[in-house]
């Protein structure tokens, strides 16, 4: 299985079609939140299994603000982060998750891509396709895949 997971489009999918285009095919793409009215058209770009999340910036939407399922034996906790101050760090989302009993939590809101082990936790946030804040300033996303014995792993990649 391959997972594709992008975070903060903020309205421009520009970015966002050329990384479905380089990475395709995936069995589902995951967003985790300031799609500010792109739902539609990130799920028809996407052409498969599409989960997304509600933002501070997705105002008047129907998105929920968090999500958890299941993938592959792995309890996922996705939101967007804000409402746990990520910006300050990852930790206050990690104890969420492991509240949950999530193993894996999904995030964005610091435009910052980062993969993190907390406490059992594995905290992965993508970062932003449309307006990346770390050093060289490239949109990036993760892509999620599982070894042969089901470990998931996590990959940062640059556009």
């Known amino acids: 299985m391959k ?3 992008v975070s903060d489009t903020h309205g421009r999918h520009e970015n966002l079609r050329t990384i479905i285009n380089k990475v395709k095919p ?3 793409l995951l967003h985790c939140g300031d799609v500010e009215g792109g739902e539609d058209m990130i799920r028809e770009l996407a052409g498969c299994e599409t989960k997304i999340v509600a933002g501070n910036n997705d105002f008047f939407t129907d998105l929920p603000r968090e999500l958890e399922f299941d993938v592959q034996g792995h ?5 967007h982060g804000n409402t746990y101050n990520v910006s300050l760090g990852p930790e206050r989302i990690a104890e969420e998750g ?3 009993d999530a193993d894996i939590v ?3 809101h610091t435009h910052k ?3 993190e082990n907390i406490g059992g936790v594995k905290v992965v946030n993508p970062g932003s396709v449309s307006y990346p ?6 949109p990036s996303y993760i892509i999620w895949e599982f070894d042969q014995n089901g470990t998931p792993f996590f990959g940062v990649n640059y556009l």
Do not use: E, K, Y
């Not at 309890?75 to 939101?79: G, Y």
């Not at 804040?133 to 490239?138: A, V």
């Open 3 to 5: 997972i594709l997971i």
């Open 26 to 28: 995936f069995d589902m």
């Open 75 to 79: 309890h996922v906790f996705m939101t």
């Open 98 to 100: 492991a509240s949950r």
């Open 106 to 108: 999904l995030c964005g």
């Open 113 to 115: 891509p980062a993969v």
């Open 133 to 138: 804040r770390q050093d060289g300033r490239n």
